[in-house]
Nanobody, 122 residues
Framework: QVQLVESGGGLVQAGGSLRLSCAAS????????VGWFRQAPGKEREFVAI????????LYQDSVKGRFTISRDNAKNTVSLQMNSLKPEDTALYSC???????????????WGQGTQVTVSS
């Protein structure tokens, strides 16, 4: 079992930045692909970014490319999401997830955190 806890969310004005962190316990996170997903009220959960086990491959949703950066520190068992130039449409509950396969589909991920709220005001 892997337990995931997100932190770093909050309220920020449009154009601002936030850095989300996903901390793992129970097992080493280096064995897992990690993804960030988000869900806004009334909308489906959507993929934001994923990173491979060693951090050599990353994939981003088109709407966040050039603004968000996913990274990982396997020694610290953490994955981060740096979010810059935030827009009101980025407002959502952001969750990290860990799984054994590289892909953007939520069903590929076995372990999920509870999420951290990001609210971007205009």
């Amino acid at each position: 079992q892997v337990q995931l806890v997100e932190s770093g969310g909050g309220l920020v004005q449009a154009g601002g930045s936030l850095r989300l962190s996903c901390a793992a316990s129970g097992r080493t996170l280096s064995n897992y692909v990690v993804g960030w997903f988000r869900q806004a009220p009334g909308k489906e959960r959507e993929f934001v970014a994923i990173i491979s086990t060693a951090g050599l491959r990353t994939l981003y949703q088109d709407s966040v490319k050039g603004r968000f950066t996913i990274s990982r520190d396997n020694a610290k068992n953490t994955v981060s999401l740096q979010m810059n130039s935030l827009k009101p449409e980025d407002t959502a509950l952001y969750s990290c997830a860990a799984g054994g396969r590289y892909g953007s589909t939520p069903i590929l991920y076995d372990y999920w955190g509870q999420g951290t709220q990001v609210t971007v005001s205009s």
